[in-house]
């Protein structure tokens, strides 16, 4: 079946100006999860959502960084006002349920703001 | 807060090595552990993953890792690489007392098989 998906794959932005970023999950997971990944730091969760519940925010960087899921299926990630530190790769990932579920990732947004 | 150490930035082999990649958490507790890989160009996938039970889990590709609860490690092995082996390996920790949903990840390991 269809992975997760995301879209753009690539953004480039100037600085000052709003991004969104759009992930898929696969058809049936109720858990939708965003991280981001920069150059050599490893993965940094930023968000979760589990079906109907209050989103996890805990990792959210700023107020500047948003999201939401709609209909419990497609998510979208806000970035306002973007710096230059926001560039990096914003992966979404989903699963079954949370608990003993895997995680299955999409391919990533590459965002580079200049 | 929950910590992931990985302790090799990169790691150069020539096929037929053996690996070892070194993966500790911070604390104890409730956790489920996974590493995932990230081969060129290609999104994450799950390698293995360890819930409860025998401590040596088995992975896809002849992967294998072992829970080592006295030493917070979970260290990722396998005893001979093939060059296609060429990828990003993350190891992550689920942390039961913390947020119930996310995974925190160590920095990763780059692993470079030369043929």
């Known amino acids: 079946g269809a992975g997760v998906s995301q879209s753009p794959s690539n953004k480039v932005t100037e600085k000052g100006k709003d991004v969104e970023l759009r992930c898929d999950p696969i058809?049936?997971?109720?858990?939708l999860y965003w991280y981001r990944q920069s150059l050599g730091q490893g993965l940094e969760f930023l968000i979760y959502?589990?079906?109907?519940?209050?989103?996890?925010k805990s990792g959210l960087p700023s107020d500047r960084f948003s999201a939401e899921r709609t209909g419990g299926s497609v998510s979208t990630l806000t970035i306002q006002r973007t710096q230059q530190e926001d560039s990096a790769v914003y992966l979404c990932?989903?699963?079954?349920?949370?608990?003993?579920?895997?995680?299955?990732f999409g391919p990533g947004t590459r965002l580079t703001v200049t | 807060a929950q910590s992931v150490s990985q302790h090799n930035h990169h790691v150069i082999l020539s096929e037929a090595a053996s690996l070892e990649l070194g993966c500790n958490y911070s604390?104890?507790?409730?956790?489920?552990l996974f590493w995932y890989v990230q081969y060129p160009g290609q999104h994450l996938q799950l390698l293995l993953k360890?819930?409860?039970?025998?401590?040596l889990v088995k992975g896809i590709k002849g992967f294998e890792a072992e829970f080592i609860k006295s030493k917070f490690s979970f260290n990722l092995r396998k005893p001979s690489v093939q060059w296609s082996d060429t990828a990003e390996y993350f190891c992550?920790?689920?942390?039961?007392?913390?947020?119930?949903?996310?995974?925190?990840f160590g920095k990763g390991t780059k692993l470079s098989v030369k043929p």
């Open positions: 990932a989903s699963s079954l349920l949370t608990g003993l579920y895997e995680q299955y």
């Open positions: 058809s049936g997971h109720t858990a």
């Open positions: 959502f589990q079906g109907n519940s209050a989103p996890d």
């Open positions: 604390y104890g507790g409730t956790v489920n």
């Open positions: 360890y819930f409860s039970g025998d401590p």
């Open positions: 992550a920790v689920k942390d039961y007392g913390g947020s119930q949903g996310n995974l925190i």
